[in-house]
């Protein structure tokens, strides 16, 4: 074979075709140590005990760490164009077990198993039965956000001055799962243990629920390509993000992951005050048929 068959050999379609099937396994290996990571928080939040509370530990820092592996394994598929139907749907399946089984079983075992058993009926059993209500209703609108987001497109933003940001209709289900991760991260996997402190959780619980299956607008940060330059100082945010979760994790994930959570809140109430504070349309003039 010669020099210029050998070349057109590789560069024929059906090799081309070849390459990129092959690229696609990339993604779709950081979307199965996703899947990876929420059978491993699985196991351990049923582990978990009051003599092992690490093991509640364990499991939100699995969590934790399957959120990033989601967010690169959507950062890569676009970065070597491999995107594809499969990969989409095998994301999604990962995510309602990494993000919607995982943390509503750990919000479960952590913060409701110990207040008493479902068939009760004294007042540490009635947070039990809610607590089983409010996990189940993160997993469902944790499913429901999913299936949403599968249809739709997530909207463009009005000013065409910012053209690279963008927002999610409801909060992300990596955000509600690593809201509760956050929280059983920051107290070191002590879990709950008095009923007034069940009814804070169940609560909170019902908020992130709620936030998922909202229109309320989060913030994407899928706008922030890095195949373009961008300033140094974000560099250096970047670097003192990782040293703050590396010394700080417990402090420092629990106030980021309440500081996206209340970031729709605030965003909905500025949006709703803006409102009530513009002027309304002028009346329309009344005009005859002639």
């Not at 075709?17 to 290996?29: A, D, E, M, V």
């Not at 990876?36 to 009051?50: E, F, K, N, R, V």
């Not at 059993?125 to 089983?132: C, D, F, N, P, W």
């Not at 959570?261 to 605030?266: A, E, H, K, T």
Request: charged share 15%.
């Amino acid at each position: 074979m010669t020099a210029e068959q050998f070349r057109r050999a590789n560069d024929s379609p059906q090799r081309s075709r070849r390459l990129r099937k092959g690229i696609h396994l990339l993604p779709s290996l950081f979307t199965s140590l996703n899947m990876a990571l929420g059978y491993y928080a699985l196991y351990h939040a049923i582990q978990g005990s009051p003599a092992e509370p690490w093991h509640y530990d364990n499991a939100a820092k699995a969590i934790g760490f399957a959120i990033i592996f989601d967010g690169l394994d959507g950062g890569i598929a676009r970065l070597t164009n491999t995107t594809s139907d499969f990969g989409r749907e095998l994301d999604s399946l990962a995510d309602v077990v990494t993000f919607g089984v995982a943390p509503a079983f750990l919000a479960w075992l952590w913060g409701f198993r110990l207040l008493g058993p479902l068939t009760g009926s004294d007042l540490t059993a009635r947070v039990s039965q809610l607590g089983a209500i409010a996990t189940f209703a993160f997993l469902i609108a944790g499913a429901s956000r999913l299936a949403r987001f599968n249809i739709q497109v997530n909207p463009q933003p009005s000013n065409p001055g910012r053209p690279g940001r963008k927002y999610f209709v409801g909060m992300p289900i990596p955000a509600g799962a690593g809201v509760i991760a956050a929280i059983v991260h920051f107290t070191n996997g002590a879990p709950i243990t008095a009923w007034w402190m069940g009814l804070i959780w169940a609560a909170l619980v019902f908020a992130t629920s709620y936030l998922m299956v909202s229109t309320w607008r989060f913030y994407s940060f899928k706008g922030l390509d890095f195949r373009n330059r961008h300033p140094f100082w974000l560099v250096v945010v970047i670097g003192v993000i990782i040293a703050c979760v590396r010394y700080f994790s417990e402090y420092f994930l629990f106030f980021l992951a309440l500081f996206y959570m209340l970031s729709g809140v605030f965003a909905r109430l500025m949006y709703i005050l803006r409102r009530r504070g513009s002027p309304p349309p002028p009346p329309l003039e009344a005009t005859t048929a002639r």
